[in-house]
């Protein structure tokens, strides 16, 4: 059903470029009709615009006409009720961004009542729908339904009745619109097209792709630049002024940001209809490496997104670039121990459809997956959907984003930070500053649409309102610095472990030049980090998400001790009965960390104290302490672990690290640690 879908498609496509009426422009009667006394300079003045114009007009592609714009809006001041004329503009409108814009130009004609071209019908409909005059634009695509050029052309035929589906659509999403305002980003926009924004899961970077002028001054044939990849950060609450990403993600031919890590430490580029993967070592990035097959193929691999651990990437793959047409749709594959790619996976019939998908965004929670799509229930172009894995491994019907973030034209790539309150899209506004523009979506809890700057006196305070954006599963944004104990950064390996499972979900590097690192825990379970670093005390946290269910950052600093400073330790993972020592199964992978460390490290010997808080009697909390260390003792002892090497030490409530007058600082307070005690 599919192959065949494909083929109906490229076959109505083969008709596209003959659907267009061949309307010419008497320029005699043109000159003859002018609204005012002509000079001979002002009738060479027209021809010449004239031609010009239906020289780029018969070009039939998108950069051509927009020049042929220029030329007809020159001549239109001469004679504004040409019907020929306004019908060129109003072709011309439609092919360009403001598409909008069509429709007065295409309102004279029609109001004329001029026997016209029998495409006359479907064009007006299409400036009313994208003027989201759905009924209107429906009673136009019917009367064009009456014609014979929609009873013969393939074309035609199959789009008119898509448009009317995408109107009736367009009539319910506008009538359900969402509170939410729509930003320009002057601080990253250009007079050129700027779209494809990426995020950090925090939101404090963004990527994008610009075809503004560059150090390469090379121009593709529809006149712009060539794609290049440019970035901004977050600096005191203001996006600061765009840069560019450099080489080597750029060069002299185009390059196109289309997926990034959650931490921003690895970046996926789009390049000869291929995907390329580059990563940041210190501050600067690695030459970027084309992905190995079965990600890429002889067919086009454009936008992708990477899971939280890195070992799955969903992208979207379609035709080669001289196909009719690329239907592109969405896969999956997955990384093996091995580093070798699982053969792709295409999402189910109910994501992907017989039209095109692209712009995919995996929020950090791990689960949510944003795409545009032609098909499903778009109200006109690309609309922004999302879709949830589910605990069974679906993948649940997706949702149209709605309006005013959909709208009858193309609305793409667009990004949610990790807490679900500030978005990014590519679109097409009023406030546009020259082509495709980078917007930034707020949501709020009850407020009508805004644009611009309009948007200051809006209160973006307010919680957010439960709208199709908000993302199943809330995350632990966890982000910070790994320091020696002069604080200089260290490289250093992050791993985050099921501590019910004892599996490790993913793990990390900090960046080698900062030492600076990001994990997203999505809630739900209880997690172990552990921060290792080659001649150094390894260092653990916990946190437990079972329960939670809202969106927390969390800054923390990690120092690392030498291990000839003999240095100690925090058994963060160490969990205990309620008042007893008895130790919980969830405690073993982190006493098996321990036996390891102790293992690769066989001269060192180490004390083993517990610690508990200031609740119940001095000598109950000190016997209680010594108990639980000792527990810890006899594990390390039965795997292994020579007891000469071993000490133990209860100190109950006489070394706090914490109040012990809230419930917070008590929980810190009882704990276990480990301290070097001899290295030889």
Known sequence: MKKLIIFLTALILVTQSFAQSDVKIDRTDFIKNAVMQLSNSDKSKIKKNLRYGDFYFKQKTKGGYLEALKYYENAYKYNPNNLALNYKIGICYLKSLFKGRALGYLQKVIDSAADFTPDLYYFYAQALQYNYKFDQAIKYYQKFQQTGLYQKDNYYNFFTDKHIIECRNGRRLVKDSLPIGLVNMSSLNSPYDDYGPIITADGSKIYFTSRRPNEYQLKDVDGQYYEDIYYSELTNGHWQAAQSAGYPLNTPTHDAVVGLSYDGQTIII?????????????????????????????????????????????????????????????????????????????????????????????????????????????????????????????????????????????????????????????????????????????????????????????????????????????????????????????????????????????????????????????????????????????????????????????????????????GKTELRNIFFDYNKATLKPESYPELNRLVEFLKNHPDIKIEISGHTDTLGTFEYNMQLSERRAKAVYDYLVSKGISPGRLKTKGYGPLHPIASNKTAEGRARNRRVEVKIISTK
């Open 270 to 566: 789009y390049r000869d209809e291929d995907l390329y993967v580059s990563h940041l070592q210190g501050k600067t990035w690695t030459k970027p490496q084309k992905l190995p097959k079965p990600i890429n193929s002889n067919e086009v691999e454009s936008s992708a997104a990477l899971s939280i651990d890195g070992n799955t990437i969903y992208f979207v793959r379609g035709k080669t670039s001289d196909a009719l047409t690329s239907n592109g749709d969405i896969y999956y594959s997955v990384r093996a121990s091995n580093g070798h790619w699982s053969t792709p996976v295409r999402l189910p019939d109910n994501v992907n459809t017989p039209y095109d998908e692209d712009g995919l965004f995996l929020h950090p929670d791990g689960r949510t997956l944003y795409f545009s799509s032609k098909g499903h229930n778009t109200m006109g172009g690309y609309d922004v959907f999302k879709t949830v894995h589910q605990d069974d491994g679906s993948w649940s019907d997706p949702v149209n984003l709605g309006y005013p973030l959909n709208t009858p034209d193309d609305d793409i790539y667009f990004v949610l930070s990790g807490n679900a309150k500030i978005g990014y899209i590519s679109a097409v506004r009023e406030d546009t500053k020259g082509f495709t523009d980078i917007y930034q979506v707020h949501f709020f809890t009850a407020a009508p649409y805004l644009s611009g700057e309009e948007k200051l006196i809006a209160d973006l305070a307010q919680p957010q309102k439960e709208t199709s954006f908000e993302p199943p599963v809330k995350i632990t944004l966890v982000k910070g610095q790994v320091v020696d104990e002069n604080g200089k950064p260290v490289e250093a390996e992050i791993e985050i472990i099921d501590n019910e499972t004892g599996k490790v979900v993913y793990r990390v590097k900090t960046n080698s030049a900062t030492g600076q690192y990001m994990v997203s825990l999505p809630s739900g379970k209880n997690y172990a980090m552990v921060i290792r670093k080659e001649g150094y005390l390894f260092r653990s946290e916990n946190f437990d998400l079972v329960e939670e269910n809202q969106y927390h950052e969390v800054q923390k600093k990690v120092v690392l001790t030498d291990l000839s400073k003999k």
